[in-house]
């Protein structure tokens, strides 16, 4: 009987490599997993687990059903199941997932989501107009 792990990393099969020295800009959408050593600036879309590695440098958005960040991370990020924040990393933007693991050391600057069932990926809520009263005043004196 085969055994899943949630990280793909782990049984060897990861499928995309981004390497130290490469930068995409766009959308990327890889079905299996995805190591980032590069820069990548857009969005990301993963069918299973975003592993950023420790050289890694993403700023875009990402859905995925796990993420793994070490390096360097600006934007917002999106799974089904777990984000893993590790010792290096340095994290700025919003999270939304089941489970978060924030290892000593890592650096959060943003706001997290773990409301029960699945994330839905429309990531922040729609803004309400504010109303506010208005006062009106008189500038002619009598």
Known sequence: MMKKTINSEVNGLMNT???KDTIITGTLD???ALRVDGTIKGKILCSDCVTIGVTGLVEADIEANTAVIAGHM???????E????????EMEGDIKTKSLVIEQGAVFCGACNMKGGQPDLGFLPPEKPETKEKVLFDDKKK
Do not use: D, M, P, S
């Open 17 to 19: 490599i981004i390497g």
């Open 82 to 89: 777990k984000i893993e924040l590790q010792a290096k990393c």
């Open 30 to 32: 890889v079905k299996g």
């Open 74 to 80: 600006i934007g917002n990020v999106v799974t089904k």
